[in-house]
């Protein structure tokens, strides 16, 4: 089974602030130099391809411009939130208040063993470019839909492997706007979890800004029947060809949330246009332009049953971001099986 990381979804929530969207985004084009849009519909940024609209959408190119904008937003207390490549989130269908970034920036560096990447970097095209340079390590990274920044975000890993096993350090944009690069000890790496994910106190969410890997040299060609054999195995096991967000939920101890979810006779499972896979059961499609309460509703209704039949309470791997106030009162369809 494979567990997608977090999306790279920090937000910043600034308390009972109020901006005028137009004027904030002429402010930011004119001091950072990137073009902002307003209410720009979230749904084609992510994988599950379901979502509203972005107050403000900017795209950071680079590390300094993701500095810029996130400086900006803190320096007036507006909500930010930092978009990757959209895997392992659902938005909301209000969409998301404040600023949205998505995150481009994308170099690599390689030095002897280490590689370094920004946070922009897809983890499948880092996997790739480790096995043309002879390293090996990051192979598993081919089965993770998101970026290197939500990927330490989540301690993201597949096919046994994980970020931790890898990961040397990350330079984290901190609140108060300096920068500071941290070991792996600091991080509190943990199944699927890290210290990113906790803010300390009123204290805005730290920012992974790059994160440095160490591998080991082998030959090209062998690491790269490791990453067909991955590739292959996704092919085989899950649903690839339809809009989902990763793996829904984590693994409970010592056991597997697909085979709860199979095991508890829901596959195929319908609300609206989500459905619970026929091919990986701890996997939600939207294979007939569902709504993001579709795949709330249908996600608990899974957790609820799964704990009325095997005692178990499953935690959710996705994310559930934006604004979802409300979105319980609005009348939703029963469950299809």
Same mark, same amino acid.
């Given at each position: 089974?494979?567990?997608?990381?977090?999306?790279?979804?920090? *937000?910043?929530?600034?308390?009972?602030?109020?901006?005028?969207?137009?004027?904030?985004?002429?402010?930011?084009?004119?001091?950072?130099?990137?073009?902002?849009?307003? /209410?720009?519909?979230?749904?084609?940024?992510?994988?599950?391809?379901?979502?509203?609209?972005?107050?403000?959408?900017?795209?950071?190119?680079?590390?300094?411009?993701?500095?810029?904008?996130?400086?900006?937003?803190?320096?007036?207390? #507006?909500?930010?939130?930092?978009?990757?490549?959209?895997?392992?989130?659902?938005?909301?269908? @209000?969409?998301?208040?404040?600023?949205?970034?998505?995150?481009?920036? =994308?170099?690599?560096?390689?030095?002897?063993? +280490?590689?370094?990447?920004?946070?922009?970097?897809?983890?499948?095209?880092?996997?790739?470019?480790?096995?043309? @340079?002879?390293?090996?390590?990051? =192979?598993?990274?081919?089965?993770?839909?998101?970026?290197?920044?939500?990927?330490?975000?989540?301690?993201?890993?597949?096919?046994?492997?994980?970020?931790? /096993?890898?990961?040397?350090?990350?330079?984290?944009?901190?609140?108060?706007?300096?920068?500071?690069? %941290?070991?792996?000890?600091?991080?509190?790496?943990?199944?699927?979890?890290?210290?990113?994910?906790?803010?300390?106190?009123? %204290? *805005?969410?730290?920012?992974?800004?790059?994160?440095?890997?160490?591998?080991?040299?082998?030959?090209?060609?062998?690491?790269?029947? +490791?990453?067909? /054999?991955?590739?292959?195995?996704?092919?085989?096991?899950?649903?690839?060809?339809?809009?989902?967000?990763?793996?829904?939920?984590?693994?409970?101890?010592?056991?597997?949330?697909?085979?709860?979810? !199979?095991?508890?006779?829901?596959?195929?499972?319908?609300?609206?246009?989500?459905?619970?896979? !026929?091919?990986?059961?701890?996997?939600?499609?939207?294979?007939?332009?569902?709504?993001?309460?579709?795949?709330? +509703?249908?996600? =608990?209704? #899974?957790?609820?049953?799964? @704990? !009325?039949?095997?005692?178990? =309470?499953?935690?959710?791997?996705?994310?559930?971001?934006?604004?979802?106030?409300?979105?319980?009162?609005?009348?939703?369809?029963?469950?299809?099986?």
């Amino acid at each position: 089974m494979i567990d997608a990381p977090s999306p790279l979804v920090q *937000p910043m929530t600034a308390t009972g602030s109020t901006f005028d969207a137009r004027a904030l985004g002429s402010d930011i084009q004119r001091r950072v130099g990137v073009k902002t849009v307003r /209410d720009e519909s979230l749904a084609r940024f992510t994988t599950m391809r379901v979502g509203g609209p972005a107050d403000l959408f900017v795209v950071a190119h680079n590390v300094f411009e993701l500095r810029s904008l996130v400086r900006f937003a803190r320096s007036r207390a #507006v909500p930010l939130t930092l978009l990757g490549r959209g895997s392992d989130l659902v938005v909301a269908d @209000a969409g998301i208040r404040g600023i949205v970034v998505q995150v481009r920036a =994308e170099a690599i560096a390689i030095d002897g063993d +280490r590689v370094t990447a920004q946070a922009g970097v897809p983890m499948a095209r880092l996997a790739t470019e480790t096995q043309k @340079a002879g390293l090996t390590g990051l =192979e598993f990274g081919l089965a993770i839909p998101g970026t290197v920044g939500g990927a330490v975000w989540a301690n993201a890993g597949a096919h046994e492997s994980e970020i931790a /096993d890898r990961i040397v350090s990350a330079t984290l944009l901190l609140a108060d706007g300096s920068e500071a690069t %941290i070991d792996r000890a600091e991080l509190g790496l943990a199944y699927r979890d890290s210290r990113l994910k906790r803010p300390r106190g009123d %204290i *805005p969410d730290e920012v992974v800004l790059a994160a440095t890997f160490r591998l080991e040299a082998a030959d090209p060609a062998t690491i790269k029947d +490791r990453l067909d /054999d991955i590739r292959h195995w996704r092919q085989a096991h899950q649903p690839l060809g339809l809009p989902s967000a990763g793996s829904v939920f984590r693994n409970p101890p010592g056991d597997s949330a697909g085979r709860l979810i !199979e095991a508890a006779g829901l596959k195929g499972t319908r609300i609206g246009g989500a459905v619970v896979s !026929e091919k990986h059961a701890n996997f939600i499609v939207n294979d007939q332009k569902g709504t993001a309460a579709d795949v709330r +509703r249908l996600a =608990e209704h #899974v957790r609820a049953v799964v @704990a !009325e039949r095997f005692s178990v =309470e499953l935690v959710l791997e996705i994310e559930f971001v934006g604004d979802w106030s409300g979105w319980a009162d609005v009348g939703g369809e029963e469950p299809l099986t």
